[in-house]
């Protein structure tokens, strides 16, 4: 008999955050393999993490209430981080592709699993140089988790557009918002998650992959949203890294509030309008490339509107679950960068074009992270 998947469920909607640092020289600006003595250092420490390369490192909150114990949770463990890493002359950078240093330059983790990785996916894995945000809100059960996750499809690419923070590679401008979203998709169990009609299939699909040996856990589906069993989460995995703190936390309320939304349209037995598979899909092609500047189809007619009055429309009908979670402020202010078009990839391409300087650009991202 096939082992079954335990769903540990949450009776609450908690709130976890992974945030992915670049390391950086601070006289050259370019990545340095910085995260193996940091990681050392911190060694006590549960929530800073290795990634795939030396110059990523990974800093998790632990399990929180809301969106003001995420601030709460993560300020002093970024300041930690970065007053360590400035006494060995290294900034931490918030941005989802460093925009001139180059793949072929970074070292691999000395882990077991990585090289694993490695020699079984070879160059989709090897130009992963990229970082994100991961957003996990807990659900009570596998299958409301299935229904959240069938729900949220036609979200990501509201997430994406606003956190789209990637638009060079390697010293090009890739003419993308977020070009971290395409890279990302190389790898094989990515982007938006199959269709799946309940959580009995989910663990049909996980057995099937486990059984051919193509994964060994649910940490090789990077599905741009996710169950996460052992947590009783879903994990929202789609947006790029971004430099401030506030807007992170802010973007995390979003997150909470439309995860919220849809348990509780599946509680009520009601659904969503339906969006076809494929519209979904060219939306998300259209955020990926436009960012929030993008114009995103509506219906199966082909009715476009701006994907920034669509988000708008969005946090305004969450204003039951965005009441109840006290998050007007973060709301108030979201849409208030919305307005202000006040928008990531965009900035970067206005001060380098400034500047006509890579390193002004990773200059203003440190200097944000550092709050």
């Known amino acids: 008999m096939s082992k079954q998947i335990k769903f540990n469920g949450s009776p609450k909607p908690t709130l976890g955050v992974e945030l992915e640092l670049f390391t950086v020289d ?5 990545l340095t393999n910085g ?57 931490l950078l918030s941005m989802p592709i460093h925009p001139f240093s180059r793949v072929s330059d970074q070292k691999v983790t000395n882990n077991v699993r990585y090289t694993q990785f490695l020699d079984r996916m070879q160059w989709p894995l090897r130009r992963l140089l990229i970082t994100g945000i991961h957003v996990h809100v807990g659900v009570e059960s596998g299958e409301m988790a ?12 509201y997430l994406i557009a606003l956190s789209a923070n990637s638009p060079y590679f390697e010293g090009e401008e890739t003419g993308l918002a977020s070009t971290r979203t395409k890279i990302f998709e190389g790898l094989p169990n990515t982007g938006i998650p199959v269709n799946l009609r309940n959580y009995s299939e989910f663990q049909k699909f996980m057995r099937t992959l486990q059984g051919a040996g193509s994964i060994d856990s649910i940490r090789e589906i990077w599905w741009d949203i996710r169950p996460h069993p052992g947590y009783g989460t ?5 947006c790029d890294s971004i430099p401030n703190l506030n807007d992170v936390v802010d973007l995390t309320a979003l997150i909470q509030a439309l995860v919220v939304g ?15 598979s494929w519209i979904i899909y060219e939306n998300k092609w259209r955020a990926t490339r436009y960012g929030m500047d993008a114009n995103i189809i509506i219906d199966s007619e082909g009715s476009q509107a701006q994907i920034r009055h669509i988000i708008k429309s969005t946090i305004l009908a969450l204003e039951p679950e965005v009441y109840k979670l006290n998050l ?23 001060l380098f074009n400034k500047s006509n300087n890579f390193n002004e650009v990773i200059k203003k991202n440190i200097d944000d992270l550092k709050g």
């Open 26 to 30: 601070k006289e050259t600006y370019g």
């Open 35 to 91: 995260a193996p003595e940091i990681l050392n250092h911190f060694k006590n420490n549960t929530f800073f993490k290795e990634e795939l390369l030396q110059c990523i490192v990974e800093v998790t909150t632990d399990v929180c209430d809301n969106v003001d114990d995420v601030y709460n949770d993560l300020r002093p463990k970024l300041d930690m981080a970065i007053d360590y890493s400035n006494k060995m002359n290294i900034d």
């Open 146 to 157: 299935i229904a959240v996750i069938n729900g949220m499809k036609r979200y990501i690419p």
């Open 234 to 238: 879903v994990e929202i995995r789609i």
């Open 262 to 276: 849809l348990c509780n349209h599946y509680e009520d037995g009601t659904q969503l309008p339906y969006l076809d």
């Open 328 to 350: 007007s402020d973060n709301m108030d202010r979201l849409i208030n960068r919305i307005d202000s078009k006040n928008d990531y990839y965009s900035n970067q391409i206005k």
